[in-house]
């Protein structure tokens, strides 16, 4: 049915005003309050097999919403009522900002994808912050809150911007991932090297000390697919070595050769991060090469490619303990988060392992032994 609706209607809309309309849909549904735990019964079972605990938080699942779908925190209730375990909120930085020009988000139907290029359009960090304060939680669910750097600031003062925003976003997130992999923003993932994140990760790690003092909120960092295989060993190690609490793999990619692209070349060449199917294997590559490196010595978040359960349960035994997604809910809508649940618990209660934290780098663990 849904397929059927977005051939008739999200396709032939401009793809960020149908975005902006299905946020509107969703958010209006949650505000009703038995409509909202109707649809909830429906699209959010619960597994009690796949309940989860990742830094401190418990979860119903492992399965989250990546940023990018919710940047300004206005439907997180909606999000948890259609399924997800989690909310990444995001990415947010220090100052308001409109973003890049229009048209920024492109639809590849053909290959399941989505190039965008928005450049952090979001309120901002003070705005995010006041309404994650006076939220009224309906759903208990985790609210990830993602920052990264503000368009004007020099990235010699990028360390400044990313703090600012952490003063004000961390009472109110459950976990604060540093963005320092978008492609959108110039000279942005030049802060992935292990010289450049090494004080902005310790800089936020102290800011949110300071404004937290009586929790520890957990510090994440996102990566790019498009870091060589040595790089992504360098910010593995500098994670165990700054005592960070995780790490998400993957952001979007601008590779656009040998992805087997199908789509209209005159789309293929927009500029922008490409995101879902075609980013499925290469996201998979860089957390195995994660876990190999860290083992459970950081949580692991694996995002990029997720189309079903399949996908998602690949990502466990590949070393992550929570899974993302969102370019797969354009194309699957409402019905997907239900669907990877189904999917997950019946693959758990076939597979060998008692528990989901039993699978969670098991073929990585198998190939170490084999090797």
């Not at 396709?11 to 975005?19: G, Y």
């Amino acid at each position: 049915m849904y397929k059927l609706f977005f051939r008739l209607v999200f396709q032939r809309m401009d793809p960020e005003r149908a975005h902006h309309l299905a946020i509107r849909w969703i958010q209006c549904v949650a505000r009703i309050p038995v409509l909202r735990t109707f649809v909830a019964a429906v699209l959010a079972p619960r597994c009690k097999e796949l309940r989860t605990e990742a830094f401190g938080l418990r979860m119903h699942g492992p399965f989250g919403l990546a940023a990018g779908f919710d940047k300004n925190a206005v439907a997180i209730d909606g999000m948890a009522m259609l399924g997800f375990d989690h909310v990444e909120v995001g990415t947010v930085t220090g100052r308001p900002q409109p973003g890049n020009p229009r048209k920024r988000l492109f639809r590849l139907v053909a290959d399941r994808a989505l190039i965008n290029r928005m450049g952090f359009n979001n309120e901002g960090s003070l705005t995010v912050a006041a309404r994650l304060a006076s939220r009224m939680p309906v759903f208990r669910t985790v609210v990830g809150v993602n920052i990264g750097k503000t368009k004007v600031v020099p990235e010699e003062e990028a360390v400044g911007d990313y703090v600012k925003s952490t003063e004000r976003l961390a009472p109110y997130a459950d976990y604060l991932v540093v963005n320092v992999s978008s492609p959108n923003t110039p000279g942005l993932r030049d802060l992935q090297a292990t010289e450049a994140l090494r004080p902005l990760l310790s800089a936020v790690r102290e800011a949110a000390d300071r404004a937290v003092p009586d929790r520890r909120v957990p510090l994440l960092v996102k990566i790019a697919p498009d870091l060589a295989d040595e790089d992504v060993d360098a910010v593995a190690d500098l994670a165990v070595e700054l005592g960070l609490d995780g790490i998400i793999a993957t952001n979007t990619t601008i590779a656009r050769e040998g992805l087997g692209l199908a789509s209209e070349p005159s789309l293929v060449k927009e500029t922008g991060g490409l995101s879902g199917a075609p980013l499925k294997e290469r996201s998979l590559q860089v957390l195995r090469r994660l876990y190999a490196r860290v083992g459970d010595r950081v949580t692991l978040i694996g995002v990029g490619g997720i189309e079903d359960a399949e996908d998602a349960w690949q990502r466990i035994l590949a070393g992550a303990t929570l899974v993302q997604g969102y370019s797969a809910l354009i194309y699957q809508g409402p019905f997907w988060a239900r669907a990877v649940h189904k999917g997950l618990a019946e693959r758990l209660r076939t597979s060998p392992y008692a528990t989901l934290a039993e699978a969670v780098g098991a073929d990585v663990r198998k190939a170490g032994t084999t090797a």
